[in-house]
C-alpha cells in the first residue's frame, strides 16, 4: 500500500505564493508520472500540472508561467510552486502518483492525496 501526504495549502492574498509538498510512502518500487490536480467549488476536478519521471512536464494553460511543477526522486516528493496566485486559483489541490509497489508481487495503479485547501481572497 502507499499513501501519498500533502502540507503547504492556506490562505493567500492575490498575487501572493504558496508550495505545496506531497510525499509518498509505502512499498515503492517506483514512482512513474506524479501530478497535481484541483476542484474548485462546483467545478470537475481538472489537471493542473504533471511531470513524468525523467522530468518532463506539462500544465493547465491557465497556470503556464505562474505555478512549476518539480520532484525529488531520492525522497518520493513532488512540489508545486505557485506564483502570482489569483482567486479563480482557489480549489482544493491533489497530489496524484502512478506507482509501481509491492514486494514479491508488484501492481501498477494511480494513488491520490487527501487534498490540501488553497484560498486566495484579500
Known amino acids: 500500500q502507499v499513501q501519498l501526504v500533502e502540507s503547504g495549502g492556506g490562505l493567500v492574498q492575490p498575487g501572493g505564493s504558496l508550495r505545496l509538498s506531497c510525499a509518498a510512502s509505502?512499498?515503492?518500487?517506483?514512482?512513474?508520472?506524479m501530478g497535481w490536480y484541483r476542484r474548485a467549488p462546483g467545478e470537475q476536478r481538472e489537471l493542473v500540472a504533471a511531470i513524468t519521471s525523467g522530468g518532463s512536464t506539462n500544465y493547465a494553460d491557465s497556470v503556464k508561467g505562474r505555478f512549476t511543477i518539480s520532484r525529488d526522486n531520492a525522497k518520493n516528493t513532488v512540489y508545486l510552486q505557485m506564483n502570482s496566485l489569483k482567486p479563480e486559483d482557489t480549489a482544493v489541490y491533489y497530489c496524484n502518483a502512478d506507482v509501481t509497489s509491492g514486494s514479491y508481487y508488484y501492481s501498477r495503479r494511480d494513488y491520490w492525496g487527501q487534498g490540501t485547501q488553497v484560498t486566495v481572497s484579500s
Open positions: 509505502g512499498r515503492i518500487f517506483s514512482i512513474h508520472a
